[in-house]
């Protein structure tokens, strides 16, 4: 099996810094591409930004220039440096990987169980 655990969520005033934090761990062989997605209430699931395992980058528009996504192969994490955050930010942050399972010798995509983040004043 492989989990992916997220933490650094929290409450936030407009203006301010978080950083997500993504721990990958279990049958793993190696990690492909990771992402960030977001899911506010009564909107869908959305991508915040991506990165290659060679660490080529995207990010939604909404975000780009405030956010940071960064990765450590070699600990198998992934962050996500937020700054001047926005109420518009307010969500369930979700860790994303591609990840060839040691067990199955297969790639498949996990999902974390999310981290909620709200900008608030």
């Known amino acids: 099996q492989v989990q992916l655990v997220e933490s650094g969520g929290g409450l936030v005033q407009p203006g301010g810094s978080l950083r997500l934090s993504c721990a990958a761990s279990g049958s793993i062989v190696v990690i492909g591409a990771m992402g960030w997605y977001r899911q506010a209430p009564g909107k869908e699931r959305e991508l915040v930004a991506g990165i290659t395992r060679d660490g080529t980058t995207n990010y939604a528009d909404s975000v780009k220039g405030r956010f940071t996504i960064s990765r450590d192969n070699a600990k198998n994490t992934l962050q996500l440096q937020m700054m001047s955050l926005k109420l518009e930010d307010t969500a369930v942050y979700y860790c994303?990987?591609?990840?060839?399972?040691?067990?199955?010798?297969?790639?498949?995509?996990?999902w974390g169980q999310g981290t909620q983040v709200t900008v608030s004043s």
């Open positions: 994303n990987a591609d990840v060839l399972n040691r067990q199955t010798m297969r790639m498949n995509n996990y």
